[in-house]
């Protein structure tokens, strides 16, 4: 039995729910190409060291916000900026979620 891993909520539907929707960040630079969207955990989510963080904690991007928000790619922007643009993104997916039917409108914003 491992007591220091919290649970993370987990849930694939949102995760699938992904496929060809548009990006949600926009970032300067975003490729507004529907097809490389996939649902992006926050790198700013407090969870276990090499945890990840829950389904609830996430953001349809494109290929390209996706890389700039992992800092895979360098930008002008910076961490606090990121972290504020996270945040949006992750509200816009959930409200397309709850559009979706996958969400709970007193769900929209929660961290499970
Ligand atoms: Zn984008």
Known sequence: MNLTKQKRYINKKYLAAARNQ??????KG???NNETTVACHSP???SGIGQKASDTEIAFLD???HSV???R???EYTREELKAE???????THIKLNELGLMKKSEIGVIK
Do not use: E, G, M, N
């Open 69 to 71: 928000l992992d800092r």
């Open 44 to 46: 700013f989510a407090k």
């Open 22 to 27: 548009s990006c949600t960040a926009r970032l």
């Open 30 to 32: 975003c490729s507004y």
């Open 86 to 92: 996270f945040k949006s993104a992750r509200k816009l």
């Open 63 to 65: 290929d390209h916000c």
């Open 73 to 75: 790619i360098p930008s």
